[in-house]
């Protein structure tokens, strides 16, 4: 397995930002995404990247207003989220799915083997 170290959540007021990073022991060859669960709810793919070819992939409520990036020289992924609403509040996870080359969010959360800790992300009105 990898492993996955996330950090950056925080609490913020409505329309702010945060940027959360994850650091990789090794880069995987695959989907890398970030899924987030909030009390009582099911956990959700956020957003993915191929690691592969860099093709991202967003969930709709966060289209336009996140973004997902890597930098393969720090084995690290980060997600700029801007103009946050009070329902992005939940712990984000960082994931991994090794040797996936594709649908890295259509795959769901089942198909990754690798999972960070959780940071917690609070935005309020």
């Known amino acids: 397995q990898v492993q996955l170290v996330e950090s950056g959540g925080g609490s913020v007021q409505a329309g702010g930002s945060l940027r959360l990073s994850c650091v990789a022991s090794?880069?995987?060859?695959?989907?890398m995404g970030w899924f987030r669960q909030a009390p009582g709810k099911e956990r959700e793919g956020v957003a993915t990247l191929s690691t592969v070819n860099g093709v991202t992939d967003y969930v709709d409520s966060v289209k336009g207003r996140f973004t997902i990036s890597q930098d393969k020289a720090k084995n690290t992924l980060y997600l700029l989220m801007n103009s946050l609403k009070p329902e992005d509040t939940a712990t984000y996870y960082c994931?991994?799915?090794?040797?996936?080359?594709?649908?890295?969010?259509?795959?769901?959360?089942?198909?990754?083997?690798?999972w960070g800790q959780g940071t917690r992300v609070t935005v309020s009105s």
């Open positions: 994931a991994v799915a090794r040797a996936r080359f594709g649908r890295c969010l259509s795959a769901g959360a089942a198909a990754y083997d690798s």
């Open positions: 090794t880069y995987p060859y695959g989907c």
